[in-house]
């Protein structure tokens, strides 16, 4: 069973516009969430990561929000630049286990110019 | 330059040949773990490592071994490969476990006839 659901295999959208990127979990254990973002050929570079004690956290176009009641996070991008088209990957991690990483199975974004 | 090389990039071998995928990485990190990636799949954990000697087991780990005898080099070893395990294989590192942010290698690509 998907411990990590991400339900979008795709997004398109403008170019200046916002880009939403939704993922849901089930396990109540996961504390740690992380987006890595993969270009083709290459291998996933990082992009935010958030723990459970934050609802939200904010780097530069990327910002993450938590919810941990409705066991959901969401990447928004904005701007959204052409350089953002790519496949997009949620993951998550429990206190108890760190070592252990379990990812959704990606969205890819494809931003138009 | 900071990085995570994986060697070969791609290899294609023959049902029960085994093989050895090396990775190595520079920037003196406690924690190494490998993936793979496949059509609809997204990314699943075979092995993780979070540190010398220590190493445990991932959603996925059927089928390979792994050992972790000097913190830089993590190999993947495939003892009697099978198509099955024909994937694109990923090797990432961080600081101290899968809550931080990881970096991943360019990837091997396998494919077992």
């Known amino acids: 069973d998907q411990q990590v659901k991400q339900n979008s295999p795709s997004l398109s959208v403008q170019e200046g516009r916002i880009s939403i990127l939704n993922c849901d979990y089930t396990?109540?254990?996961?504390?740690?969430f992380l987006w890595y973002k993969k270009y083709p050929a290459e291998g996933p570079t990082f992009l935010i990561s958030i723990s459970s004690i934050k609802d939200k956290n904010e780097d530069g176009r990327f910002t993450v929000f938590l919810n941990k009641s409705a066991k959901h996070l969401s990447l928004h991008i904005v701007p959204s630049q052409p350089g953002d088209s790519a496949v997009y990957f949620c993951?998550?991690?429990?206190?108890?286990?760190?070592?252990?990483?379990?990812f959704g199975k990606g969205t890819k974004l494809s931003v138009k110019p | 330059e900071a990085q995570v090389t994986q060697n070969p990039r791609y290899l294609i071998t023959v049902t029960g040949k085994k093989l050895t995928v090396t990775c190595s990485q520079n920037?003196?990190?406690?924690?190494m773990s490998w993936y793979r990636q496949d059509p609809g799949l997204g990314l699943r954990q075979i092995y993780y490592?979070?540190?010398?000697?220590?190493?445990d087991k991932g959603d996925v780990p059927e089928g390979y071994k792994v050992s972790r005898k000097e913190k830089r080099n993590f190999p993947l070893i495939l003892e009697s490969p099978s198509p099955n395990q024909t994937s694109l294989y990923f090797c990432a590192s961080s600081f101290i476990s899968a809550h931080t942010e990881a970096f991943f290698g360019q990837g091997t690509r396998l494919t077992v006839v």
């Open positions: 920037m003196n990190h406690e924690y």
């Open positions: 993951a998550a991690s429990g206190q108890g286990s760190q070592g252990n990483l379990i």
């Open positions: 396990n109540s254990m996961f504390d740690y």
């Open positions: 490592s979070m540190n010398v000697e220590v190493t």
